[in-house]
């Protein structure tokens, strides 16, 4: 059974910060990986999406990194600004497009 | 390019009544999910469907819930009788068809917020 976790839960950082988001999953066999953006009272924002054949993504300021031997991702938002706060989640796809969700980590850029 | 659209946006209950959510996709795509969010928790797919054919339903409870996709555009998921543990925000996404699914995103509504008291 895949499951996701991701470290950590929450996280607030100064205006201008540099930042890592981290997500682990058990089962390897996957089609991608993807991260979305979930603001207050709004559907999800996909970010970015890495296939299993690649190793990083990368859209302005972020930049994902896909590592499934170790079962590993991570999600850098360089030059964080409080138009961040929000919560990340990370989901892996496994076969007929089943997206399977970790926990999330809700970040606060403070001013 | 207009998003998928969900009504309602809220919706309180008392136990044991009954409840119905409706989704419009993406014009055009094939692929329609029902998500179940608990609050604190990542998206749970309760099922999901292939024009007006269910893929996989495996984790939606059908002994309250039941989901349909007439003509394969809209679709409703409902809850008859709701219990305390259905309080969560329910998400409707779609996707279209991929010929590689590696590259397929899904797009997802502003969701509807059930609270059963």
């Known amino acids: 059974k895949q499951e996701v976790t991701q470290i950590p839960a929450a996280l607030s950082v100064p205006e201008g910060e540099n930042l890592v988001l981290n997500c682990s999953f058990t089962d390897s066999a996957i089609y991608n990986l993807q991260w979305f953006r979930q603001d207050p009272g709004k559907g999800l924002t996909s970010l970015l999406l890495?296939?299993?054949?690649?190793r990083e993504q990368t859209s302005g300021r972020l930049n994902a990194s896909l590592d499934k031997s170790s079962g590993r991702s991570t999600l850098y938002i360089a030059a964080s600004q409080p138009g961040d706060s929000a919560t990340y989640l990370c989901a892996v796809m496994r076969g007929a497009n089943n997206l399977f969700f970790g926990t999330g980590t809700r970040l606060t850029v403070i001013p | 390019e207009a998003g998928v659209a969900q009504s309602p946006r809220y919706k309180i209950i008392e136990k044991r009544q009954s409840v119905a959510f409706w989704c419009n996709p993406i014009s055009g795509h094939a692929t329609l999910y029902w998500y179940q969010q608990i609050l604190g928790q990542g998206p749970k797919l309760l099922i999901q469907?292939?024009?007006?054919?269910?893929?996989?339903d495996s984790q939606l409870p059908k002994d309250r819930f039941s989901a349909e996709r007439l003509k394969g555009v809209d679709s409703t998921l409902k809850i008859q009788p709701a219990k305390l543990e259905d309080s969560a925000v329910y998400l409707c996404?779609?996707?279209?068809?991929?010929?590689?699914?590696?590259?397929?995103?899904?797009?997802f509504g502003a969701g509807t917020r059930l609270s059963v008291l």
């Open positions: 996404a779609s996707s279209p068809v991929a010929a590689n699914l590696a590259k397929n995103i899904q797009y």
């Open positions: 890495i296939q299993s054949s690649q």
């Open positions: 469907f292939q024009n007006n054919g269910v893929v996989d």
